[in-house]
């Protein structure tokens, strides 16, 4: 076929930020109501309507074009909010772009969401029917499937059972065959929302070879890189939204991806720029890690060198609440800890004073294994107020763990676990040696001279 | 490459803009759906309920009870047919069409799990609410058969023009109902404001009265109702009643019908394109 599958000229979308956050999601009528009457009143009084749509305006995706021919399968790849997701529910139409255009020649079918539309008053057999068509089968498709599904998914003898009486995993079995029966031109995966275990995923990944292999087009978002070079004919890197990447040689993409995630985690220093976080109180102007030179890291850094903390804030009142400190997350963005000037006894708390201040946090060495860490910044009053809450947007730091782990010859690579303590053992002698002091000298001198002779 | 169907999805899809090239194609290719988003509606109505489909016999049982003595009390003529029979002739389209209007305006709402993660034609949603709605009122027509067997009221010729106003009922409830379904989903206050038109509309429209009962000037105006041409063309069509409908009320609901839906069309599409993100 000559012309592309699927083919994306300049998508971009644009989303309303203040709109649709927390409690005020939804438009209310009343605001409507109320933005009309102002401009009315103004209207009427003559002066000059204000404009309306002040709203900030946030791009999740921006001029992103590919295409993608019969057979072609292309792998998307970016870090978590670079607009990956988005982009396959564009593709998906879920959602609208809010502008370009996006040509698709056949059906779309997604493993975004296996079960959606699952009622779990209706049994195994209404459900398949129900999602199958939901998904865009016929019934007529449906009938003639239906028996390769109940297969697929295991559950012949629970066909007729309500399937809230399911198990969670014949629930997932069921709804993923489902999904993975339906014969479409173009499919989507998006790994990182699949949900189930490891089994799950594996089978949804062999899904997508079986698909690719018989000729037909694929969209695959992933975070696993491996996967990615080796099933897709293209890859796709997305950076805040915009295409920095895009080609066939695969594994090109991926290392020049690397290479720059590298070079983000030596953004160890975050500074305050632009007045940001204003607060009566206190406005935290700087955060980084540093090594034992005061100077922020800039690289990987060996597991035995002392490391600190610094935050430099502006003190503007002098509040006992007023609380500074750090929350330290790993890898998979999983909280480890959280240290604040206030953890101690209230008479070893860092005195506070007026103006510009410094606030210095050792790290114990080798405690943390290798690997790369965040620290999001914590600036709250307690129990009053946040400034800066950490996993909600707060300034983030990182550095990176390498080596150093330990002075012992037998611990020379890294070990799993998320902390690599070096500890010191202790020896207490419970029971003298049962033998006697001429017969231990003997060993002694034999094991020397063993060593000796080797 | 299976050709499974292929025939029937060789054909390119445009997105432009929140506008899809294919919009009404898709809308008949998914028709199925249609018939399964209300066929999962009426099982899992009847499945969870205890009485189950004798809901659709109760709620048109009693309003009709409440109606009759309400008759009674204010000493409303009804002519030589049974009350019983007069009353339950008009509570049939209104108990359709509220429950309709109810059903189809919360209808993107209640989907809104499926609408923010699976494409598919989101007009099929309130008109599949429309649609179950339907189940409910073929039932009650059964129960309608039912009562006039047993006070052996026997419909004339006028009966063959019921299925008119059929239509003209559930187009109505299409046409109101995509438009409130999206205006609830954009704006949530509308979950109050539909059961409240709701009630009014019964107090507005000709089911415990006639349109006899309304000062010759204003029956032109109060037709305006679209309801009130088809409550009493039902209850002619039914009744073989002596008062036909008058030629305006039927004109100014088919008409009021065409508009509703022209406009409920027009919004939904707009109000569609950014469902997934404001839902």
Redesign the interface.
Known sequence: MSKPIVSVEGVGKR?HIGR?KGAQR?????D?VASAVASGWNTVIGRRRRCVSSSPEFWALRDVSFALDEGGVLGIIGRNGAGKSTLL??I?????????????????A?L??VG??F?P??TGG?NI??NG????M????IRRKFNDIVAFAEIDQFIDTPVKRYSTGMYMRLAFAVAAHL?S?ILIVDETLAVGDAKFQKKCLGRMGEFAA???TVLFVSHNLNAVERMCTQALCLESGRVRLHGRNVRAIITEYLRTQTDDAAASVWVNQGGALDHPVVQPLYFAIENEDDEPLDGPVRNDRRLFVVIRADVRQLDPAMCLGFSLYDDDSQLLLSSLNTDVAEEHWPQLEYGLIELRCELPRRLLNEGLYRLELHCSLHCREWITRPGYGSPSIQFEIRGGLSDSPYWVQARDGILAPAWRWKRRLLQPSRFSDHRRRLQHSIASSNSLRS | MPQVDAGSWEYEIVLQRGESTTYWTDLWRYRELLFFFAWRDTLIRYKQTAIGIGWALVRPAAAMAVFVGFRKIAGLPSGQVPEVVFVFAAIVPWQFFSTALTEAANSLVTYSNLVSKVYFPRLLVPVAAVATTLVDMVITLVLLAVLMAWYRVVPGWQIIVLPLFVVLVVGFSIGAGILLAALTAKYRDFRYVVPFVVQCGLFLSPVAFTLSSIPERWRTLYSLNPLVGIIEGFRWSILSGDAPPSDAAVLLSGSITLFSIAVGIWYFRRVERSLADVI
Do not use: P, Q, W
């Open positions: 989303y649709s939804y438009l209310a009528l009343r409507v529910k564009i998906a139409r879920v959602t609208d772009a809010s502008e370009g255009c996006v040509r698709l020649r056949g059906r779309v997604s975004l969401e959606t539309g009622h008053e209706l209404e029917f129900l068509a939901i998904l865009g016929t019934r007529r498709e014969d031109e018989s000729g037909r």
